[in-house]
């Protein structure tokens, strides 16, 4: 069972007393206190997106393995229908991902099918910058999706931020936002406060208007109002970095499941920490397959490359959905992956694939319509090689913002794009 | 005096301050001007500044004895050193915090980094690291010389150029984008300005082009025709539209309010009539450094509706800390940490700059700030424990630790401390006490505690 954010206040700030508001509790600490009191309870909606850099190969992701085009344009990668992981009788995930077909059979992951936009581009940088910033015209975009989305929600009056990057790369172009500075997160470690000693009270200053013998300027100069005194924010936000470090802290002693040893997985168990922490985050970012151009990007001698990476995916976050479901944490999480590209569905005589154009994603959650959604784009009727796409991919972000996030779309997306049925309704 | 924020008047606002026994000249105000006007004071600028009062101390600041053209000429060869191919700005980075950390002459620093938030190169936009260094030397040539040929000389760089969209703006095709932004960020602001205004300002600018990180201008690119610009019509060239564009009260009301958050106040807009005076001076005259000189000697500067009314930015608060050490510190790892703080040099987020104030400080930015000063003063680690609060109040404070905690805390907060504050740096004065076996660790603790004081995080 997990820690009340009350809970996780009244330890961080050592005492119980303090939501009492006794006359010796300086104001701004009962204000956050009682602020932390009214919180609506820890139902907020919570996203993950998953970036996969490199141009994922969706045909050998989820394996079309009735198609007879599938295996003629796949002499040496086909992968033989017997060790696939049947989702029917036309679909089956790579062997390598035992994991994605668990959480498929308990409903709880989706199959977006044929997700892309016209005209796809297929070069790395660009085709990551179009999906990052969700413009076609990315140069244009000075700001990422979430970024933007991030703004919107963002209060700088509450001193957090509800978005974070976790990973190992240089942060993502899509959590650049205007206004919010979006905390890169490689270790929990860097939560910490060094050389603090713990003894909190004592260190926390409280506001009060500096003494007279100190302070003969702002005696005499007077006329602030004290709206416009910055100290108690600063205060404010004192107290709140000292709350999170210590959240964190004890979110990290918390048990927490098992994991693979990979370093997708060691990402994914350090955001499920930061979502026990109850810091408010509602928009997590993290990627597999590295810089560009990224691991996904299989032109040569692609299957053991690949199912290693699927491998990492499948294993990586079904241990992610085991360990929310402990906490019933799993009905506010949504995690969705992306890819800047799927690949050619022919393979390119190197026993690899080119870059191509639409790609299956993945959304995994508690509330996510689990199966197979939209049509599986045919293998006769390409676009620059690769499959066609049907679904624009900001039908899914949009879908994500207004009924996942409660965030505006517009504002982000630049217009209204239909939502795709993907959600439990 | 009571001062109420919104009915000011800007004949006493803009007046120079003069000490009387009301408003005393004193280490506080000494500190204030400091921390504005610059990066903060070591202790002996600080005290020469009480000797010589605020006028002279102003002046020394706008004009530095020191030979400050030789200085920077000397940082302006080491940036050519930068490779002149990467795309990375992480070199040049160094050099211009090295510069804040070093130069005599600060302000100008200041104000190269004020201009190069108003001039922002935003951070998704192809970069070059010796455009962008020929970029900053043309911003420090001008921050505090004639606006006018500022904006001219700016809106015609290959750095920026690029980053506007303009890199290859052909007759055919004149950047909008560049149109917008020069209207929108740079001059006359929104509001002032019509979607024709922006098709003309892009079509202006047509013929210059980036070719190899340089600008070129290709005649039959130019499209001569006539074109209307804020009302007036005519065959304008780029800088024609930057006259133009100059000539609206719109665009000196605009930087002058953005001076005045620079430097005065950033809680509170100013109303138009307290920011009259000054607009009107520069709109016809565009100096920069008057402007500057008239707002740091201003009654208003030194009063309660400036002192403390400002967050830090991350360079700020990190090359105050190392200035007060009089010394300088590694540049590298300060550089991917004030990124991280929020402050990328060279990459503000976007065409509007860093939006500072309160998004500054967040729970994590202010872990970070705690660590990243708990890192400056350690011994091991990557600024080598190259600050030594020790020695400097030594030097400059006495030995005993008493006396090195009021010289910690009257140098970097002038000793003006809420009670709390007070508690706690009384308190760490006492550990760094009773800590006399290793005093160097004691005091470097200690100053640990006076720069992570709220009061230190406010400029």
Not at chain 1, 143 to 163: K, S
Not at chain 1, 174 to 196: K, T
Not at chain 2, 73 to 102: C, K, Q
Not at chain 2, 231 to 243: E, F, L, S, T, Y
């Given at each position: 069972m997990s820690l009340s954010r009350r809970d996780f206040l009244k330890q961080s700030l050592g005492t119980s007393a303090l939501v009492s508001a006794s006359a010796s509790v300086p104001c701004f600490l009962?204000?956050?206190?009682?602020?932390?009191?009214?919180?609506?309870?820890?139902?907020?909606?919570?996203?993950?997106?998953?970036?996969?850099?490199?141009?994922?190969?969706?045909?050998?992701?989820?394996?079309?393995?009735?198609?007879?085009?599938?295996?003629?344009?796949?002499?040496?990668?086909?992968?033989?229908?017997?060790?696939?992981?049947?989702?029917?009788?036309?679909?089956?995930?790579?062997?390598?991902?035992?994991?994605?077909?668990?959480?498929?059979?308990?409903?709880?992951?989706?199959?977006?099918?044929?997700?892309?936009?016209?005209?796809?581009?297929?070069?790395?940088?660009?085709?990551?910058?179009?999906?990052?910033?969700?413009?076609?015209?990315?140069?244009?975009?000075?700001?990422?999706?979430?970024?933007?989305?991030?703004?919107?929600?963002?209060?700088?009056?509450?001193?957090?931020?509800?978005?974070?990057?976790?990973?190992?790369?240089?942060?993502?172009?899509?959590?650049?936002?205007?206004?919010?500075?979006?905390?890169?997160?490689?270790?929990?470690?860097?939560?910490?406060?060094?050389?603090?000693?713990?003894?909190?009270?004592?260190?926390?200053?409280?506001?009060?208007?500096s003494s007279p013998d100190r302070a003969p300027f702002q005696q005499k100069t007077a006329g602030s109002s004290p709206a416009h005194d910055l100290l108690p924010f600063v205060q404010r936000v004192a107290l709140a970095a000292r709350a999170t470090s210590r959240q964190v802290e004890a979110a990290t002693k918390a048990p927490a499941g098992d994991y693979p040893r990979f370093q997708f997985a060691a990402t994914l168990r350090t955001i499920v920490q930061l979502i026990r922490a109850h810091l408010g985050i509602r928009i997590f970012y993290a990627e597999l397959g590295g810089d560009e151009p990224g691991g996904f990007d299989t032109h040569a001698g692609q299957a053991l490359n690949h199912g290693a990476l699927l491998e990492q995916l499948s294993e990586s976050i079904a241990a992610m959905v085991h360990d929310l479901k402990r906490d019933r944490l799993l009905d506010r999480v949504l995690l969705m992956t992306f890819s800047e590209f799927g690949r050619t569905v022919a393979e390119n005589g190197r026993r690899g694939t080119d870059h191509g154009s639409a790609q299956p994603l993945f959304v995994v959650g508690g509330k996510v319509r689990g199966g197979l959604i939209g049509q599986h784009p045919r293998l006769d009727d390409l676009e620059s090689n690769g499959q066609r796409a049907h679904t624009d991919f900001r039908r899914v972000y949009a879908t994500l913002l207004d009924e996942w996030l409660k965030i505006d779309s517009r504002p982000v997306l630049g217009s209204r794009f239909s939502p795709v049925a993907f959600l439990k309704t | 005096m009571l001062l109420d924020p919104q009915n000011i008047d800007p004949a006493w606002a803009w007046a120079a301050y003069q000490p009387d026994a009301e408003r005393p000249w004193d280490l506080r105000l000494a500190g204030h001007l400091f921390r504005r006007a610059g990066f903060g004071a070591t202790w002996p600028q600080l005290?020469?500044?009480?000797?010589?009062?605020?006028?002279?101390?102003?002046?020394?600041?706008?004009?530095?004895?020191?030979?400050?053209?030789?200085?920077?000429?000397?940082?302006?060869?080491?940036?050519?050193?930068?490779?002149?191919?990467?795309?990375?700005?992480?070199?040049?980075?160094?050099?211009?915090?090295?510069?804040?950390?070093?130069?005599?002459?600060?302000?100008?620093?200041?104000?190269?980094?004020?201009?190069?938030?108003?001039?922002?190169?935003?951070?998704?936009?192809?970069?070059?690291?010796?455009?962008?260094?020929?970029?900053?030397?043309?911003?420090?040539?001008?921050?505090?010389?004639?606006?006018?040929?500022?904006?001219?000389?700016?809106?015609?760089?290959?750095?920026?150029?690029?980053?506007?969209?303009?890199?290859?703006?052909?007759?055919?095709?004149?950047?909008?984008?560049?149109?917008?932004?020069?209207?929108?960020?740079?001059?006359?602001?929104?509001?002032?300005?019509?979607?024709?205004?922006?098709?003309?300002?892009?079509?202006?600018?047509?013929?210059?082009?980036?070719?190899?990180?340089?600008?070129?201008?290709?005649?039959?690119?130019?499209?001569?025709?006539?074109?209307?610009?804020?009302?007036?019509?005519?065959?304008?060239?780029?800088?024609?539209?930057?006259?133009?564009?100059?000539?609206q009260p719109s665009t000196a009301r605009r930087v002058v309010a953005k001076l005045y958050r620079w430097f005065i106040s950033e809680t509170e807009p100013p109303s138009d009539s307290l920011l009259e005076p000054l607009v009107a001076g520069f709109a016809s005259e565009h100096d920069i450094a008057k402007v500057v000189g008239t707002m740091l000697r201003s009654n208003l500067f030194f009063s309660n509706l400036a002192y403390r009314q400002r967050i830090k930015s991350p360079v700020e608060f990190a090359v105050g800390i190392v200035r007060g050490m009089e010394t300088v510190v590694n540049a590298e790892p300060l550089g991917h940490e004030l990124a991280e703080l929020g402050q990328d040099l060279c990459h503000p987020p976007t065409t509007k700059g860093w939006i500072g104030g309160s998004t500054w400080l967040t729970d994590a930015t202010w872990i970070r700030r705690h660590n990243l000063a708990w890192a400056l003063f350690s011994t091991a680690g990557p600024y080598g424990g190259k600050l030594d609060p020790w020695a400097v109040a030594r030097k400059r404070g006495g030995s005993a630790f008493e006396a090195v905690g009021r010289f910690l805390a009257d140098l970097y907060l002038q000793g003006d401390l809420s009670p709390a504050s007070r508690e706690v740096w009384s308190r760490a004065t006492a550990r760094a006490d009773s800590a006399k076996a290793n005093p160097s660790q004691g005091v470097r603790t200690l100053a640990h505690v006076v720069v992570t004081l709220p009061e230190f995080q406010l400029a």
């Open positions: 009962a204000r956050t206190a009682a602020a932390a009191q009214t919180q609506p309870p820890q139902d907020d909606t919570i996203l993950i997106v998953v970036q996969l850099a490199g141009g994922n190969d969706g045909l050998n992701t989820v394996v079309p393995f009735r198609d007879d085009l599938y295996a003629k344009n796949r002499p040496t990668l086909r992968l033989s229908a017997e060790k696939l992981h049947k989702l029917d009788g036309d679909f089956g995930f790579h062997p390598q991902m035992p994991g994605f077909y668990k959480l498929y059979q308990e409903g709880l992951l989706g199959v977006l099918h044929g997700v892309g936009y016209p005209n796809p581009n297929q070069d790395h940088p660009h085709a990551m910058r179009v999906w990052q910033s969700a413009d076609l015209r990315p140069d244009a975009s000075q700001t990422g999706w979430l970024g933007r989305a991030v703004d919107q929600i963002y209060q700088p009056e509450a001193a957090r931020v509800p978005a974070v990057y976790v990973g190992q790369i240089p942060r993502p172009f899509a959590m650049n936002a205007e206004r919010a500075i979006v905390p890169w997160v490689r270790s929990l470690d860097q939560y910490g406060l060094q050389g603090d000693d713990g003894q909190v009270p004592p260190e926390t200053p409280h506001a009060e208007a | 005290q020469q500044a009480l000797r010589d009062g605020p006028a002279k101390t102003v002046e020394r600041l706008l004009r530095p004895e020191d030979d400050v053209a030789a200085f920077n000429r000397l940082y302006d060869e080491f940036e050519r050193s930068i490779d002149p191919e990467a795309e990375s700005t992480d070199g040049l980075r160094v050099w211009w915090l090295r510069r804040m950390m070093e130069s005599p002459h600060p302000l100008l620093e200041k104000m190269t980094l004020f201009w190069h938030n108003h001039l922002a190169i935003p951070r998704n936009r192809p970069t070059h690291a010796l455009s962008l260094a020929e970029h900053l030397q043309l911003l420090r040539a001008h921050a505090l010389g004639q606006f006018d040929q500022l904006l001219d000389a700016a809106v015609h760089d290959a750095a920026m150029l690029l980053a506007l969209s303009g890199g290859a703006n052909r007759k055919a095709q004149p950047s909008l984008d560049l149109g917008r932004t020069f209207l929108e960020e740079l001059t006359v602001g929104p509001g002032h300005y019509s979607e024709s205004d922006v098709q003309g300002v892009a079509r202006a600018f047509t013929g210059f082009m980036v070719v190899r990180h340089r600008l070129r201008y290709v005649e039959r690119e130019h499209d001569d025709g006539a074109k209307k610009i804020l009302g007036r019509q005519g065959p304008w060239n780029g800088h024609d539209a930057v006259k133009i564009a100059l000539a």
